[in-house]
């Protein structure tokens, strides 16, 4: 079992940036892969951003490209998400996610989930 803690939303301007961290509990978080999900009100939780169980793979979504950077540091079981050049669009609450499955970018791919932060970029 593999329990998830995100950490570090909040309220910025636009241009901004943030780091959201997602902290696991559980010895094998090291071999899953990470995916970063948001859900904004009124929509469907939409993929961000992934990273497989080393690091050496990442995926990200067309509109985040340049300005969100996936990461992950085993040897602490907590990933990232750097989030930079923010925009009001970008406003969702961020989930992370933990799986074997794939891809990556799909939902039914991760059996864990944390209970979300909030992002708001204000314009």
């Known amino acids: 079992q593999v329990q998830l803690v995100e950490s570090g939303g909040g309220l910025v301007q636009a241009g901004g940036s943030l780091r959201l961290s997602c902290a696991a509990s559980?010895?094998?978080?090291?071999?899953?892969?990470v995916g970063w999900f948001r859900q904004a009100p009124g929509k469907e939780r939409e993929f961000v951003a992934a990273?497989?169980?080393?690091?050496?793979?990442?995926n990200y979504v067309d509109f985040v490209k340049g300005r969100f950077t996936i990461s992950r540091d085993n040897t602490k079981t907590v990933a990232y998400l750097q989030m930079n050049s923010l925009r009001p669009e970008d406003t969702a609450v961020y989930y992370c996610?933990?799986?074997?499955?794939?891809?990556?970018?799909?939902?039914?791919?991760?059996?864990?989930w944390g209970q979300g932060t909030q992002v708001t970029v204000s314009s």
């Open positions: 559980g010895r094998t978080f090291s071999g899953l892969a």
């Open positions: 990273i497989n169980w080393s690091g050496s793979v990442t």
């Open positions: 996610a933990a799986g074997r499955l794939s891809p990556m970018s799909e939902i039914s791919s991760y059996a864990y």
